[in-house]
């Protein structure tokens, strides 16, 4: 499993390697059905956007998707199969996030960028480039937004979340726990999963500072993206694990 994602409704989608790519739970865990079958190479992230559709980005056709709540397939981003560094397209995309305005932020890895695109998709401003200097990815792994609209970048492979302004402008940097694989920002705390060491790192989003950790390999097994519900439980997708766990907010 790549990536879970609870709605407004509290339905639960979860996007897995598998056919169907794409299934669907009630917020009671009951399984509704699956949709997107022969549509993926390589899922991987999966966001749920304020009108509810559900956007997901495959990095082996170089595209995202957007789904209706039913599965019908809206609109497509990028050429499938074809990747390329310019407005149109996409390099192996990997996280997808929205802005208070409805903006979208993607994690474009493969060309080491994040692209800004309007509600409609129609591109807008990218910032970043592949490297290790400030600004610079390894890979732009996963994506995180808060309510100020910053954006924060696991940098996958330089061991660090990189934090932005919603126009591109660096902020900060914060490392010392290991390498980044999920985002998620949960009132004032920025979680971050690390799949290579299996654990949960938790850092205030104002101080960036570290304030908890946890998990270990008979917890977790390679966590990986990350959601929550309005009762502020977290939902971890893993990918050895096969499996979505759920976590009680304390």
């Known amino acids: 499993m790549s990536a879970v994602e609870v709605d407004g409704k509290g339905n639960i989608y979860v996007l897995h390697r598998g056919e169907p790519p794409l299934v669907a739970f009630d917020k009671n865990g009951a399984y509704k059905g699956g949709f997107g079958q022969g549509k993926f190479k390589v899922a991987h992230g999966l966001r749920v956007d304020r009108a509810g559709n559900i956007w997901t980005t495959d990095n082996g056709l170089h595209i995202l998707r957007k789904f209706s709540p039913s599965g019908e397939v809206l609109a497509t981003l990028g050429e499938e199969g074809v990747g390329k560094n310019?407005?149109?397209?996409?390099r192996a995309p990997d996280d997808v996030v929205f802005a208070s305005n409805g903006d979208?932020?993607?994690?474009d890895s493969g060309n080491g960028r994040i692209v800004r695109l309007d509600k409609n998709g129609k591109f807008v401003s990218q910032f970043g480039k592949k490297g290790k200097a400030k600004g610079e990815f390894s890979t732009a792994h996963g994506l995180a937004i808060d309510k100020k609209d910053r954006i924060y970048v696991a940098d996958r492979g330089n061991n660090r979340v990189q934090v932005f302004s919603s126009n591109g402008e660096f902020i900060a940097q914060w490392g010392g726990f290991g390498n980044p694989f999920g985002l998620l920002v949960t009132g004032k705390q920025l979680i971050v999963s690390e799949g290579d060491v299996n654990k949960?790192?938790?850092?205030d989003i104002d101080k960036g500072a570290l304030v908890n950790q946890w998990g270990d390999e008979k917890?977790?097994?390679?966590?990986?993206?990350?959601?929550?519900?309005?009762?502020?439980n977290l939902y971890v997708a893993e990918v050895n694990g096969k499996r979505v766990q759920i976590f009680r907010r304390n």
């Open 86 to 90: 310019d407005e149109h397209h996409f």
């Open 219 to 232: 917890m977790l097994q390679l966590p990986h993206l990350m959601s929550t519900d309005k009762k502020g």
């Open 200 to 203: 949960m790192f938790h850092f």
């Open 104 to 107: 979208m932020y993607v994690a």
